[in-house]
């Protein structure tokens, strides 16, 4: 009998899979990265407990291309800055990826709030502009040009953090207890620019990233780096205290209950 493709795996498939995916080389990316100062109870009021903010109401959005070999991806992410703990780092509003299949893992595994979107990365001589749109509106948009190189960074780790989730099949809240992830990445740099321009937050009911404007701009660069990433879950989270947040992760949280027609299967 021919192969069932949908049939299980033996133990050796799995294991080699394991192998090389935790055998992939750098992938580089070249991506725009704006920071900027915005306003601090706006900030607080995205977070989920028991994340707090910092000392330094800051945002920062995230916008790359990655060149792999015939699998181009534009990856993109608009976080704010929190801690945990006495861990500093950065919580992701929303995250557009331009493929399926880097949203799965990072959903799945790691509780990462990605979205399909439209990811553009632009060079043209010094003028740079990078975007993220979804349903037609460039919610963010980095316009600027290129003023200079900038003295490259010494590897560093950052830690980002993620409700990791499965929304209740009758609707009611949680199937399970939320965890909270620290997702932690090594960064190493090997260009660095630094970017003159500005910062455009459009108006849009799916990614409302308006509500953190830019009150004072920190900096933007143009760079290409690579990291790697590995997460740990670090504690439960209170589901009732994370409920009334998790329209972050939906367009419409409705969606989570939605099904084939009726008769349709």
């Known amino acids: 009998m021919a192969r069932v493709r949908y049939g299980a795996r033996t133990e050796a498939e799995i294991a080699a899979s394991r192998t090389a995916s935790s055998r992939l080389p750098d992938i580089w990316s070249t991506g725009v990265v704006a920071v900027w100062e915005t306003d601090p109870d706006a900030l607080a009021a995205v977070l989920p407990p028991p994340l707090k903010p910092t000392g330094r109401a800051l945002a920062r959005v995230t916008i790359s291309k990655v060149d792999l070999p015939g699998y181009p991806l534009g990856a993109g992410s608009f976080a704010v800055a929190a801690a945990h703990d006495g861990v500093e780092g950065w919580y992701p509003l929303v995250m557009p990826m331009t493929h399926e299949r880097a949203l799965t893992g990072g959903r799945e595994v790691f509780g990462e709030p990605k979205k399909l979107g439209e990811v553009v990365v632009e060079r043209d001589g010094l003028l740079v502009r990078a975007s993220l ?133």
């Open 133 to 265: 749109a979804r349903h037609g509106i460039a919610f963010v948009e980095v316009r600027g040009a290129v003023a200079g190189e900038l003295p490259l960074p010494e590897p560093v780790q950052k830690t980002d953090f993620y409700f990791k989730f499965l929304p209740a099949v009758d609707g009611s809240g949680f199937d399970g207890d939320p965890v909270l992830v620290h997702c932690l990445r090594n960064e190493k740099v090997r260009r660095l620019e630094r970017i003159t321009g500005d910062v455009v937050l459009r108006e849009s009911m799916y990614d409302p990233v308006a509500d953190l404007p830019v009150l004072r701009l920190v900096g933007i660069t143009l760079g290409e780096k690579t990291s790697d990433q590995r997460g740990k879950v670090v504690a439960r989270v209170d589901a009732a205290a994370l409920l009334p947040y998790v329209h972050q992760r939906y367009d419409d949280p409705a969606q989570v209950l939605d099904g084939p027609p009726e008769g349709s299967v």
